[in-house]
T-cell receptor, first 114, second 109 residues
């Protein structure tokens, strides 16, 4: 009964490839997020979706494309992977409609680009 | 100026010690404040919300000073299992949270 799950947990791929990461939450939350945590451990928001609508799109290369098929899912597709994309990607969710901003995180996807 | 600033540490303390972490934030419009804990190679986990009046949860006490834009976390009677990175988190006013870079705590036997 994992609250926020991500697949895959580890992803090793070569430069230039295209890959996707999937995220699902069973908390009934209305908002989902993607974060990137680099080697310096700094956690930075990339995207946020509220009820399937994109509400935050930080300065992220357009090789990154999020997609939210429904409120419980938020996927991240990355085209033409580069070495600098190597990081841990975390999905999170919150119930923004309640005015509470606590976010709950998935276990992360460790992406290594070689 | 960074939106959320924390001393990276590490703080090395013996078991049973009391340790305090501080954090400052730059957005005076922020309304929600949290402390998260992140263990090595794991996801951040919510430790506690921080309320204006200050709040306590067992050995953990959080304080907020809006005038100085300052948040603190006090851990009493440190346990080995408290060793982790503690992230100060503030809402941006844009339906998002900004995370500090974290303060590393190492509790030693």
């Amino acid at each position: 009964d994992t609250a926020v799950s991500q697949t895959p947990k580890y992803l090793v791929t070569q430069m230039g490839n295209d890959k996707s990461i999937k995220c699902e939450q069973n908390l009934g939350h209305d908002t989902m997020y993607w974060y990137k945590q680099d080697s310096k451990k700094f956690l930075k928001i990339m995207f946020s979706y509220n009820n399937k609508e994109l509400i935050i799109n930080e300065t992220v290369p357009n090789r990154f494309s999020p997609k939210s098929p429904d409120k419980a899912h938020l996927n991240l597709h990355i085209n033409s992977l580069e070495l600098g994309d190597s990081a841990v990607y975390f999905c999170a969710s919150s119930q923004a409609a309640s005015g509470r901003w606590e976010q709950y995180f998935g276990p992360g996807t460790r992406l290594t680009v070689t | 100026r960074k939106e959320v600033e924390q001393d990276p540490g590490p703080f090395n303390v013996p078991e049973g010690a009391t340790v305090a972490f501080n954090c400052t934030y730059s957005n005076s419009a922020s309304q929600s404040f949290f402390w998260y804990r992140q263990d090595c190679r794991k996801e951040p986990k919510l430790l506690m919300s921080v309320y204006s009046s200050g709040n306590e949860d067992g050995r953990f006490t959080a304080q907020l000073n809006r005038a100085s834009q300052y948040i603190s976390l006090l851990i009493r009677d440190s346990k080995l299992s408290d060793s982790a990175t503690y992230l100060c988190v503030v809402d941006t006013g844009r339906r998002a949270l900004t995370f500090g870079s974290g303060t590393r705590l190492q509790v030693q036997p």
